[in-house]
């Protein structure tokens, strides 16, 4: 994707003020996206753009700002409005919401203030951030309500691969290393991956790595989703790809919940709408890793789609977020 793509959802007319209005946004590689929600109506507006990833953690900032303003005056409101703004964001998040680690497919960005920087530029509304997959966990456990697990492993397979951690009822956030980077654990072979290393399970199963890996076989540079459909229509090269793919997932997978002892994990992103191309190879690997208890790991796929992590932002800001 490349451009503005502005894609916004009109809300209807209103008279009353709204009571705690938060905008949530998730940064990731590829897109923005930020939603707005107030106590009273639920979800308000959204709208989405391209990450200027490339350009810098001010040009990010500058387009994630752009956009709560956007979804602001299409309900009448502007940022002295808000009660807070959550973000997810691509990258390893410090508690005090700074970058200290992100993929190659950002320029710049390490370093970025992401709470001090965009409450700047939103007439000083309090922000809030974390790791994306942090926030897309954090959305899939309020989806669950009373079922809520004690302990889960939530992964993300988008651009690349992030992953999140619930363990005794606490979403864990690790030190500097960040918790639960899922994607750039394993020794799966000889692939480079998005961290300057080899092997990792991103450089098996990210979208990225879905695309490199099979134009290096085929000359073809087709996007990971344009490769999940030849392997659908029987592409022999195209069902290898997301075939290693899924092994590589469910090893990784099966590892992690073991360390940890975690029975659930809770799978999103744009690659896992490829479930059934993932599916057996996963499920295949993940067995040979059985936690010691004896128990099997569960698996769930996330059911809020690409809202997740703007909605689990919006949470970081709501008044009791876990
Ligand atoms: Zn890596």
Request: hydrophobic share 45%; with cysteine.
């Amino acid at each position: 994707m490349s451009g503005a793509t502005g894609t916004q959802r009109a809300a209807g007319p209103r008279i009353r003020p709204h009571v705690g209005l938060r905008a949530g946004v998730d940064i990731g590689a590829t897109k923005t996206l930020v939603v707005l929600r107030d106590d009273a109506d639920g979800l308000l507006a959204e709208a989405e753009t391209a990450t200027p990833a490339r350009r810098g953690g001010d040009a990010i900032m500058d387009t994630a700002a752009e956009l709560v303003r956007g979804v602001l005056a299409e309900v009448g409101a502007n940022p002295a409005a808000l009660t807070g703004v959550g973000v997810g964001a691509a990258g390893v998040i410090s508690a005090g919401g700074m970058v200290t680690a992100a993929g190659d497919s950002f320029s710049g960005w390490v370093g970025t203030k992401i709470d001090l920087e965009l409450s700047r530029r939103l007439d000083r509304v309090p922000v809030r951030s974390e790791n994306d997959v942090t926030a897309f966990l954090r959305a899939e456990l309020g989806e669950l309500g009373a079922d809520r697990p004690r302990h889960a492993l939530a992964v993300a397979v988008g651009t690349g691969v992030g992953g999140a951690l619930l363990v005794d009822g606490r979403l864990l956030r690790g030190g500097g290393a960040g918790a639960g980077e899922i994607g750039h654990i394993g020794d799966f072979g000889d692939e480079p991956c998005s961290c300057g290393r080899r092997g990792h399970l991103e450089a098996y199963a990210g979208g990225r790595a879905l695309t490199r890996r099979y134009a290096a076989a085929t000359s073809r540079q087709w996007s990971a989703e344009r490769v999940a459909s030849s392997a659908l229509g029987g592409d022999p090269v195209a069902m290898a790809v997301f075939e290693r793919a899924g092994r590589c997932l469910g090893m990784a997978i099966g590892q992690a919940t073991g360390l940890l002892g975690i029975d659930l994990a809770i799978l999103g992103g744009g690659v896992v709408r490829s479930w059934q191309l993932l599916e057996r190879p996963l499920l295949e690997a993940l067995r040979q890793h059985p936690l010691v208890s004896g128990r099997s790991v569960a698996i769930r796929l996330s059911e809020l789609g690409e809202r997740a992590v703007a909605l689990g932002a919006v949470a970081l800001v709501s008044p009791a977020p876990d």
